[in-house]
């Protein structure tokens, strides 16, 4: 038979994310089965801005994006006399998945007597690249202070920063310290990278294309944006559908649905409106759908995959119901 614990962390159940996104580590990275403990999880919440050694702050030119420089002034203290054999800045980026576990607990016959099913989360940095630039002392006394400009390009093609529900995009600008025969002193900084339109006009990856136009014919309608694309998340976006081939019905809706590939993923609704089934027909069906904020924005990378399609569906009585739809793009 299955069985539950239905207390997230009873059970012995942890989650993990490699260094510097360790700081939640433990019972509050796993769950129950069914669970989605990414859900109530900021990424924010996962940096560990440093092992002790050293302390810092970091001032940022101007808001990174997917694509750009990254520019600013960093300055970092020594809590304690720090030696290593070599020093860098760094851009690390941490892919964070909630996967779903199972074991069978057998008796002395081997026979299962029971299967315990939970969910956990998984995490590996897909990316760390080291610059040379600025040079970062290798050794600093107790209480020196340095401090210096510098400017690392952001990911040419991201992915950006972005929380999916049940799988976390993030990125920090770390510097490590590499010390010889013992664990590594280290500083970071969380880096909210924002997705970059112009990747997505010039249809980068799976994204942009027909989810950047205006009017997108599907399945013999018409689904129409009138404000600008990609739609920013937090603003309200205009849709017109027309459908002059709909069936009849007792209700329609226009919805925001997001999609993706995460491993523990569900597809969702995250915007609806109701409209007049016979205004499909005639064309005069409109609506106004606030994008939330804090949405992920669209983007295909790191193996992770999200996107947004507009769906116009008519309620069709002791029938399923019928719907056509069209990509959005969002940043």
Do not use: C
């Not at 006399?81 to 081997?110: F, P, W, Y």
């Not at 993030?170 to 025969?181: G, K, N, Q, Y």
């Not at 002193?185 to 027909?210: I, T």
């Not at 136009?213 to 603003?235: E, H, K, R, W, Y």
């Amino acid at each position: 038979m299955a069985f539950n614990l239905g207390i997230p962390g009873i059970g012995g159940h942890t989650g993990s994310s490699p260094s510097p996104f360790d700081a939640l580590n433990g019972p509050r990275l796993a769950g129950p089965e069914g669970s989605h403990p990414l859900h109530q999880v900021a990424a924010e919440e996962l940096l560990r801005p440093t092992d002790g050694a050293l302390s810092g702050q970091i001032a940022l030119d101007q808001p990174p994006r997917v694509g750009d420089g990254i520019t600013g002034k960093i300055r970092l203290v020594a809590n304690q006399a720090v030696t290593a054999r070599q020093a860098h800045l760094r851009l690390v980026g941490l892919r964070l998945d909630e996967v779903r576990r199972e074991i069978d607990h057998r008796n002395s016959k081997g026979e299962v007597e029971w299967t315990e099913r939970w969910v956990e989360t998984e995490g590996k940095l897909f990316s760390a690249d080291s610059f040379l630039e600025p040079p970062i002392p290798t050794s600093m006394a107790a209480g020196e202070t340095w401090e210096s400009a510098f400017a690392v390009p952001a990911p040419p093609l991201g992915p950006p920063s972005a929380h999916l529900g049940e799988s976390i995009i993030a990125w920090a600008l770390e510097v490590r310290w590499d010390v010889a025969m013992a664990a590594d002193h280290f500083v970071a900084f969380y880096l909210p990278l924002a997705q970059h339109p112009d990747l997505l006009r010039a249809g980068v990856g799976k994204q942009g294309g027909q989810s950047l136009m205006t009017d997108v014919a599907a399945g013999g309608g018409t689904i129409s944006v009138a404000t600008p694309l990609p739609a920013p998340a937090g603003q309200e976006i205009e849709v017109h559908a027309t459908w002059a081939s709909a069936p009849s019905g007792q209700e329609a809706r226009i919805e925001l649905h997001r999609r993706t590939n995460a491993p523990n993923g569900v597809e969702g609704i995250v915007a609806s409106a109701n409209v007049d089934p016979n205004a499909l027909k005639s064309g005069s069906a409109s609506v106004r759908l606030l994008v939330p904020a804090g949405l992920a924005p669209s983007f295909d990378g790191a193996g992770l995959e999200i996107d947004y399609v507009l769906r116009v569906l008519v309620d069709i009585r002791f029938r399923p119901d019928a719907a056509i739809e069209r990509p959005l793009g969002i940043v």
